[in-house]
């Protein structure tokens, strides 16, 4: 490590020390502007804590909505799908039918076509 004599330790007098005391006090905060800050420091934080609640409880309710519009949604679906699969029962048993009939009329399956 250099070391050069600019950097030696400098003796400071005792009114150099009173001076800058001096002005550590001047600019120093004092312990009720300390207590005013924090305590408009955790005004702020409860006000966006309690805005943080308000959007959140926004967000969940319009997640609410939306996962009772999909569950309204998938129950007409499921409703559809048994009606298709039933129909699809039927049509079968309507060809079925079709076929007995054309096989008791002696008709080919190509002149009903």
Do not use: C, P, W
């Not at 400098?10 to 800058?20: A, N």
């Not at 308000?54 to 009772?68: M, T």
């Not at 699969?85 to 096989?103: C, L, M, P, T, V």
């Amino acid at each position: 490590m250099l070391y050069f004599g600019h950097m030696a330790a400098k003796e400071t007098t005792l009114s150099e020390l009173g001076e800058m005391l001096g002005h550590v006090v001047e600019h120093m905060a004092t312990k009720d502007e300390v207590r005013a800050i924090v305590r408009d420091e955790i005004s702020a934080a409860k006000l966006a804590t309690k805005a943080d609640l308000v959007a959140l409880s926004e967000q969940v309710a319009g997640i609410e909505r939306d996962l009772k519009t999909i569950r309204r949604d998938l129950n007409d679906l499921i409703e559809k799908v048994e009606n298709i699969s039933g129909y699809r029962k039927e049509i079968d048993h309507a060809f079925e039918r079709i076929a007995a009939i054309e096989r008791h009329l002696g008709l080919s399956k190509r002149a009903a076509a």
